[in-house]
């Protein structure tokens, strides 16, 4: 027993992590996130945008996301009544600052990379790009084609017919016939489900999409271990020196082909220079999108399909057949000529074919080297010489230590995320809300980092000299 209380300052330690959270936050510049601090704004006071940034990213570091829990835990747990300083705003509140400050919190991993430059954990030499998949906050029943939506639509103007009917009937029948109360409401629903029948049409007919969902018109069904999904595609970069995420990005694309090129540029402009190494798995396999990234000078670390599946070639392989550059035609392992025939359109794929097709007939080969009648076909690439060269790059022995570091670095964040602050699923929908929510857990995992890399006292003490 005790004589006098004591205070809750006294009951968090000195090197508690909950204080590295508090200094973390108050060193973010919130003009730059775009959250104005106006201290003589008149009107009804509101909660200083600082508490509720810090009520977030110290909630989701330890699986609290849930608005309602958030307000729980500042009614119960020590830590987050000393980090809220006594501060007990409700669920709704929460939820309204999440939801209307999406901009700002997508902002948030970027100065946390920026803060880990400056404190040297951030080298921005070598870059390593992955993506998981993590389900939206949608059902995968949601999601249906064009003609179902028509045959909606066409369900809900009958409805509104037979209500329109109705109510021409009480109108006739004036009195004693029942109120028109229930007949506006369901009009008023019918009329509200057209139009976001009519919505989901015209975002079909805008973005040639196959299948929309209803609930999240910008998520996509996605294949994973776990199954078929309404899902979103989260892209990470992680800088090679401490495995600290550098940016993210979640995409509507199911696989990774496209995202090499873009994902890299936003990293370099999150650390302001670009990077020296740039590396993937074989699912960022494009050579368009490598090219974009090679031309700047930056080494590309990203494996062919073949070569990630370290499948022997035939002796009959198209590495097999030579190429004249001057003559622009093949020549098979017995040296016969393959001469240009036509080009693909859609991707600029050249194709290459036997001159004669007795040749490849009459050939001791036939069978191994090819089986149709009609002889051999190549197809070569617009930029076939850079495949080759990246294909070279990647079998370099300082390219392979590289690529060997790559799972370990890459694939860290993402079991953090999911097994330790298990997150299944995204509780914002919209891309921007998803934006929003993969930025700040990517925080919570660079604060982690920090905390482990450094210790908590002197990362106080660098995040308070800033």
């Known amino acids: 027993m005790c004589l006098l209380p004591q205070s809750v300052e006294e009951y968090v330690a000195p090197d508690a992590p909950v204080r590295v959270y508090d200094a973390f936050v108050n060193a973010l510049d919130f ?3 775009g ?3 106006n201290p003589h704004k008149v009107g009804n006071s509101s909660y200083h945008p600082k508490a509720m940034l810090k009520l977030l990213v110290y909630g989701y570091s330890y699986g609290v996301r849930s608005s309602r829990k958030l307000e729980q835990e500042t009614h119960n747990n020590l830590t987050f009544i000393w980090l809220m300083g006594g501060l007990k705003p409700d669920f709704k509140t929460i939820a309204e600052f999440r939801r209307t400050n999406k901009q700002a919190l997508s902002g948030v991993l970027r100065q946390c990379a920026r803060l880990c430059i400056k404190l040297d954990l951030i080298a921005g030499n070598v870059l390593f790009l992955d993506g998981t998949k ?3 906050n949608a059902s995968r029943d949601a999601t249906h084609d064009r003609a179902w939506y028509e045959q909606q639509l066409v369900a809900v103007d009958q409805r509104i017919a037979r ?4 109510c021409e ?3 006739r029948g004036e009195e004693g016939l029942g109120s028109f109360v229930t007949i506006d409401n369901h009009l008023g629903k019918a009329e509200k489900l057209k139009q976001k029948i009519e919505t989901a049409l015209q975002e079909i007919n805008a973005t040639e999409k196959d299948k929309l969902n209803g609930t999240d018109p910008e998520c996509a069904i996605m294949h994973s271990i776990q199954g078929s999904h309404a899902s979103y595609n989260a892209q990470m970069v992680v800088d ?3 495995s ?5 990005d979640p995409v509507s694309d199911s696989n990774d082909r496209n995202q090499f090129a873009h994902q890299i540029n936003q990293a370099n402009h999150v650390l302001e220079n670009p990077c020296m190494v740039a590396c993937a798995d074989a699912g960022y396999a494009n050579t368009n999108e490598l090219e974009k990234i090679d031309e700047q000078g930056i080494t590309v670390i990203v494996p062919s399909q073949r070569q990630a599946q370290r499948t022997e070639e035939s002796p009959f392989s198209k590495s097999c057949f030579t190429y004249d550059h001057e003559q622009d035609c093949y020549y098979c392992p017995e040296g016969n000529r393959l001469t240009y025939r036509s080009t693909y359109r859609k991707n600029g794929k050249c194709t290459y074919k036997i001159e004669r097709a007795a040749l490849c007939r009459s050939c001791s080969h036939f069978g191994q080297c090819t089986r149709s009648r009609e002889g051999r076909k190549v197809v070569r690439l617009k930029n076939e010489v850079v495949k080759q060269h990246l294909e070279a790059q990647y079998q370099q022995p300082s390219s392979q230590q590289i690529y060997a570091r790559r799972k370990a670095s890459v694939e860290h964040p993402f079991g953090h995320i999911k097994r ?3 997150v299944g699923a995204f509780l914002l929908r919209g891309i921007a809300g998803v934006r929003a929510e993969l930025s700040v857990l990517a925080t919570c995992f660079d604060v982690t980092r920090m905390i482990k890399l450094i210790g908590t006292t002197p990362l106080i003490q660098a995040l308070n000299a800033l």
Do not use: P, S, Y
């Open 31 to 33: 003009a730059g996130l």
């Open 35 to 37: 959250i104005a601090i």
């Open 134 to 136: 993590i389900r939206a």
């Open 163 to 166: 209500l329109l009917e109705q």
């Open 169 to 171: 009937e009480q109108d």
């Open 240 to 242: 090679g020196k401490h």
């Open 244 to 248: 600290l995420i550098v940016h993210t």
């Open 420 to 422: 330790n602050l298990k």
